[in-house]
């Protein structure tokens, strides 16, 4: 069974940083792109990042682009979220998220995606 342990939300002010953590277990690490969602009160889930655990070749949303680095330890089947220049409208619940890799890697379509964490609550005060 799929499962990833999320970790590394907090409550920060605009400007801070966060490093967000996934690891996931249950599932061949290596062969799937592990990305990173979020999810605003009243909003749609909106992806953020995510990195190919075999290529390392990475996406990034427009409002990610520039302020978040995304990437993997495949040693330890974790994937991080660098957050920096944080916004009020980062805030949001941050969830990971594993696709089988067949040459693809975005976060364009959350129903790419087949495994899903509980999420990690990230807020950004102004």
């Known amino acids: 069974e799929a499962q990833f342990v999320e970790s590394g939300g907090a409550s920060v002010q605009a400007g801070g940083s966060l490093t967000l953590s996934c690891a996931a277990s249950?599932?061949?690490?290596?062969?799937?792109?592990i990305g990173w969602f979020r999810q605003a009160p009243g909003k749609e889930r909106e992806g953020v990042s995510c990195?190919?655990?075999?290529?390392?070749?990475?996406y990034y949303a427009r409002t990610a682009k520039d302020r978040f680095t995304i990437s993997k330890d495949n040693a330890k089947n974790t994937v991080y979220l660098q957050m920096n220049s944080l916004k009020p409208e980062d805030t949001a619940v941050y969830y990971c998220?594993?696709?089988?890799?067949?040459?693809?890697?975005?976060?364009?379509?959350?129903?790419?995606?087949?495994?899903w964490g509980q999420g990690t609550q990230v807020t950004v005060s102004s």
């Open positions: 990195v190919s655990a075999k290529t390392g070749r990475t």
């Open positions: 998220a594993a696709m089988l890799y067949l040459g693809i890697v975005t976060t364009s379509d959350p129903d790419f995606y087949h495994y």
């Open positions: 249950g599932f061949t690490f290596d062969d799937y792109v």
